[in-house]
């Protein structure tokens, strides 16, 4: 029983400050506090809502959305975790390169959209360029970092057992590394929802920042925030999806933390 009302308050505990923001939006236009030509309350954006779960637009524009911040993302996974690994681990290179990615880094994905239009063009390439870039950073310097701040001692220990440098790297560096590059990962996947809201508003006839954005255009404002709204829903879905995967390669630390 105590483990169910402790359940249950810390549910309670959570749950508080998005229901008090829901009964505050509802009020302000209701009172007319707001315009509500500008601001929708949120029954009349849950209809919105309803109307596009209904009609089948819902899973058309969430599937682009869906198809086009994985691909950024996975590109961004798999080469930056990479290339973080060989910066982590080969000094010299990561004295070489760094310059080049420092200053590389402070140029916004927004930024080169333009240029990412001159050479891909406006369909899907573009997009998956914009969204790469966005994701690409957090995970590079994350993983860089996680490589960089293995405790020595794991790796003198390993050493003095005769490990090979391919058994030091695979069996110690990277799940040493791990946590720090899970977390440059799910980094990489709020960056890629943001992203993905500019790329599709360009050249797109379907996905939620075009839905957002043409809503807007045609002045319907309860569906504008209802996609506002999916769009944060599906970067919540895919935060809990990439916190699982990491729950579920780092379960050693559970052990570990148990054992001290």
Partial sequence: MKWKA????????????????????????????VNAA???????????????????ELWTHAAASLRRSLSGLLLAI????????LLGWFKRLETIL?????LARQVSAFALFPVFILFLGIGESSKTAIIFWA????????????????????????KSMGGSQLFLFFRVILPAAAPSIFTGIRLGGAYCIT?????????????????????QEIFQIPAMYAGIILLAILGLLLNYVLALIES???RWRKGLSNNV
């Fill in 195 to 215: 992203a993905l809201v500019a790329a599709e508003m360009i050249g797109s006839s379907a996905g939620l920042g075009f839905y957002i954005l043409n809503s």
């Fill in 135 to 158: 994701s690409f950073w957090p995970v590079l310097l994350n993983t860089v970092s996680g490589v960089k701040h293995v405790e020595k001692l794991l790796i003198d220990s390993a």
């Fill in 98 to 102: 760094d310059p080049l990615l420092q």
């Fill in 248 to 250: 579920r390669f780092t």
């Fill in 6 to 33: 402790g359940v249950l308050k810390k549910t309670v505990d959570r749950s508080l400050a998005i229901i008090l923001f829901i009964v505050v939006w509802e009020l302000l236009p209701r009172l007319g506090i």
């Fill in 38 to 56: 500008y601001l929708s309350p949120p029954s009349d954006v849950a209809i919105a809502i309803s109307k596009l779960v209904g009609n089948g």
């Fill in 78 to 85: 798999v080469s930056g975790t990479l290339l973080g690994l």
